[in-house]
């Protein structure tokens, strides 16, 4: 009699069979695709022929229990066959990793048992792998001998799949090489998995690797072994320790395998699921859907050696790359669509070739490039303009139907959304650095259940009974998949499930769709993921009316670019011509810029010709001939007013101070105590990447906000210096700025000490519970703290008389920055410049966590304020919450004031942070405050992500539909020739063609 246990995971089945004397006489590994009771039916009748008989057996993994509770076989919890296995196999081990499908988790087998596993969240396991690879169009193998060759690595986020590529998309799309991107993607895991899962815990001693990624992918192994500072080892079976551990824990209960097999119900109708009305109720919805949106694209225009003339648009977007080619009435002579697989400019040189080599004798008028590669497309091939999406979008959208007061353009990685009134962008909807809901979102679902996107398509338009999935992101949504297989749903069902879903996250998400709200009359719809037929028919159902699909509706991008060129008046192009697209030639070179503190890592593209065109920069320094002259910058002031605090050494013993959190606004105060009392203090100083790698594996929680996850980097910042005393108090308080009902700090701003001592329990913080906002008897609670536990010569007159000058030197900070905001503001609207108040925290200043968002502002030529330099401009902000801390307080009063101002060149944008559950009230609270005043809100969301392709787009979108409230106004109010460029200064307005065809 044999033991087998059976490994039922995410993605795979393992199976491993033990004899009598406990040896492993049969393995085995196959991928299930969501197909769990179809694949271990033919698992266990595999099984019974070759072992005929009765046999003891044991199921685990993460997809297990169901089918074990079917068939009354024992179950046991994946750990604890872990652990099972690794003290049989490997008794000497004290940390085991282990990297599934969709399942991380690591055991602490020493110092006390402890085991931490991922949630819903499937990021930095196998299948966030699988996914980059088949967004960088390589196998696995590939990927692993590419990452060897790497010269640089990239922040790329490994939350999930969809995260990820909103970062490695606008790298590929500016040059980075797969090399570097492969490491990249592999720093990423390593980064999830320890920053994620270790939870302060050191990894150390031995250290064993299992599972499918860590056992196919020795780069990630050496990519853990060089973060961990250890060599750890991947045993043989590192496939099957779940499985092995379930064989020798497999109960005396002998089964006979066939017969198990033959007992495994069908999928079809084994429980009730929440269901949606069917795509189409019959035939004849059908055949009516049809009759509306069953144009196709005119058939390219024949080839000839005719002299024809063609306005080029090209939109190098996120997941595709679209070329098309006007004729100059506007009627599209030639086009391609393709997957841009990180090659824009290789797909580009292949549409222009085809485009000569179609019409030798043709002649070109203008182009145009937009897209998240518009910059490296317009360096590679001398396109004439540059157009930001909204504009091209919009531009190809009214050229097929002029009175269009709708846009909303579903593309691979975002969702733009436009409210057209009075001939002009009024309104702009974004999605957020997440991609759920998107093209790759039913793309990542279509290969994970092992479906092209027609097919998919096809089953989705079939459903009977969709699942009702909500609008979940992808990561969470996998969870209702699994369980809608278990509950039989079939695979139409699901598919048009989660083409409802991405509708419903369009509409209630990122337009915040309120119910029984109109949209608009004249709706149009377009972006690739619309040319699905079932998101599509979803769409007009949720809306209940139907939509205008154009014929080129994932060609808009490029045809609006096209159009765009037309526009301005051209009339010969500087595009490259047949011969010199031939010539091409193209470099790539990483470089780190060292024109700033920020020393971004930039990709740098160049080309014959001397043509750069360089990514990855944050301001303009690195880019030459910047178009506009920089404009005044109080961030930057910020911290150059900050840095005036210094290290420096005192009589008395030093006292290190992390810059993170409240202590960054605070320093001022902080510092002048210390040092007006004869302390040394070192300061950690200004956050990077590499101090967050220094601290992440002390991270308690991979929950919390970027910002408190610095902090830990910049404790051992300050331990690596030899500080002994590291001061970091708790303060449930602010200071009362009479903007609020009270005045709080934020639960992680005011106790995340207590979260960094509990992962340091051989050494011990100074944090005592302080009360700055009372200033008549803080020197008497804090001259005791100092007497018990830094220092005991201290006397209560010199720490009164250094508190005195402590507040002094606060409030003079804070005045010097409202000081010098107000004098940029009064200059800017002398000269008619844009002024931009970027919100969010004191701590959004340090340029690892706002990532040059306030330079590429101030690159533009704009004014960037603060929420803290406007917010004494007004009273206390009336709002719909309870209005008690103080950072949010500033928020809602630095809305107010903009609201006030009704000056389209005064405009908002909100910083907020993955991971702030707060700021889920705070956008919402300074949406609707802007909004009732008919004001634009933009909000972008950061963490250690560095590349800014989407959140420039969103900035640029932002700027263009201030530009058209702008003419509005000057139009209403009879203004002068003067007009807002992008760059946000003023120009001359010239005489521009008008109408579309």
Known sequence: MHRIGLDIGSTTIKTVVLDETGHVCHTQYERHFSRIAEKAREVLLALGKKFPGKHRLCISGSAGIGLSEQLGIPFAQEVFATRTAVTTLRPDADVVIELGGEDAKILFLTGGTDFCMNGSCAGGTGAFIDQMATLLQISQDEMNALAMNHEKLYPVASRCGVFAKSDIQPLLNQGATKEDISASIFQAVVSQTIAGLAHGRPIAGNVVYLGGPLTFFFMLRDTFDRNLHLEGTCPP????????????????????????????????????YDSLRPLFRDRRERIAFEDRYGQDLPEPLACTDECVSFFIGIDAGSTTTKC???????????????????????????????????YPSCRILGSAATGYGEDIIRSAFGVDLGVV???????????????????????????????????????????????????????TFAQTLGYDMETFCDHALKGTRPVDLGSRCTVFMNSSVK??????????????????????????????????QKLGDHIIVQGGTFLNDAVLRAFELELGMPVTRPAAAGL????????????????????????????????????????????????????DGGKVCVAGNRCEKPVRHASARPGHNLYEYKRQQLARFASRKGRRKTIGIPLVLNMYELLPFWHTL?????????????????????????????????????????????????????????????????????HYNCPVVAYYPESIQSTLPQEKLLMPYLGIHRRKDFAKHFWKFLKEEVDATVRLREVQKAVSAAYEALDGYMEDIRNQADVWLQEARQTGQEIVV???????????????????????????????????????????????????????SAAQWVAAQQDPKIQLVQMVSFGCGVDAITGDEVRAILESAGCLYTQVKIDEITNLGAVKIRLRSLFTAAKGRQTQADSRTGSGPAVLTETGQMADQSDRPGGLA
Not at 324 to 342: C, H, K, N, Q, V
Not at 864 to 887: C, G, I, K, M, P
């Open 556 to 607: 808009m991008g490029a045809v609006g670019a096209a159009l765009y060129a037309r526009e301005q008046g051209l009339t010969s192009s500087t595009l490259r011509t047949r011969d010199q697209v031939l010539a091409l030639q193209h470099t790539v070179k990483p470089t780190v810029c060292q024109g700033c503190t920020n020393h971004c890592r930039l990709t740098v593209n160049v080309f």
């Open 838 to 892: 970027l919100c969010g925290r004191p701590y959004h200043a340090d340029p690892e966590v706002i990532h040059g968002i306030d330079q590429y502002i101030a690159s533009t030529g704009r004014l960037v304020l603060s929420e803290d330099s406007v917010f004494h401009h007004t009273d206390q902000a009336r709002t719909d919450v309870l209005n008690q801390w103080t950072y949010h307080a500033r928020l809602y």
């Open 483 to 516: 369980q809608a297989q278990k509950d039989g749903a079939a695979m139409e069902d699901i598919a048009a499930g989660l083409a409802v879903s991405v509708v419903k996250n369009a509409l209630y998400k990122v337009i915040r769709l309120k119910q029984g």
């Open 237 to 272: 079976l590192s496939l099957y320790y779940v499985a092995y551990g379930a064989a020798l824990l497999a109960a005396d209960e002998a089964f006979d395998l066939e017969k198990l097999a033959d007992r495994i119900p069908d999928l079809a109708g084994w429980q009730s």
């Open 674 to 742: 210390f040092t007006a009392l004869d302390f040394g203090v070192e300061i950690s100083g200004f956050s990077s990447l590499s101090m967050y790698h220094k601290g992440q594996g002390k991270i308690p929680s991979d929950t919390v906000c970027y910002p408190a996850k610095l902090a830990h980097g910049h404790i051992q910042a300050l331990k690596d210096r030899g500080v002994q005393d590291i001061f970091y108090p708790c303060l449930s308080y602010n200071v009362d700025e009479d903007k609020s009902v009270n």
């Open 389 to 443: 999406e909204t504009v091209a979008h919009y531009t190809a959208a009214k050229a097929y139907d002029p009175d269009v007061d709708f846009i909303i353009d579903i593309g691979g990685q975002d969702i733009k959304c436009f409210r057209i009134r009075n001939g002009a962008i009024d309104q702009i909807f974004l999605n957020e650095a997440c991609s759920s809901g998107c093209g790759s979102f039913l793309q």
């Open 324 to 358: 098309a080619a006007l004729r100059e009435d506007g009627t599209i002579a030639f086009y391609r669509y393709l997957p841009s697989g990180g090659q824009p400019v290789s797909h580009v040189r292949d549409f222009l070739l085809e485009l000569y080599d179609r």
